[in-house]
């Protein structure tokens, strides 16, 4: 069975064991207009030797599609934290469709939530700490999302 450590190698090095980190959503062949949830997908490999520091994963609006389902797995991680602000909640895969006068757009076909059932489309990812940059911080010219994170990596 494919794992999505096939697309997402590093995750072998982070993880002692594959586990579970979404479940998919696929229209049904039987029955158009249906949907059909598949069993939970895995990420990660047995590795006897993983990786044993903190992880900090830095989210905002501009994790979308692809980036969410890497944070998603990221997230399987024992020791990592997401941080941030909400995601799009855009992830899934998608279709492009040429509409008439050659117009192009994309739907998502293929939904992923998480193996507890917990939608993200529209709502983003779980965030382990919601934090938001400041004015104060903006006029400054920090980062303090990633002052943050570099704090959490010290403790």
Known sequence: ???????????????????????????????????????????????????????????????????????MMLATVSRAKIIGEPTAGTNGIGSMLILPGGLKTSITTVGIQYPDSTEIHGCGIKIDSIMHPTIQGIREGRDELLEAAIKILNK
């Open 1 to 71: 069975s494919k794992t999505a450590s096939d697309v997402s190698p590093y995750l072998a090095w982070l993880k002692e064991k594959a586990t579970p980190f979404a479940t998919y959503t696929l229209p049904s062949i039987k029955y158009p207009g249906y949907y059909e949830l598949t069993n939970a997908q895995l990420c990660g490999q047995t590795n006897p030797s993983p990786y044993n520091g903190k992880l900090v994963v830095l989210v905002d609006l501009n994790t979308s599609y692809r980036s969410e389902t890497n944070a």
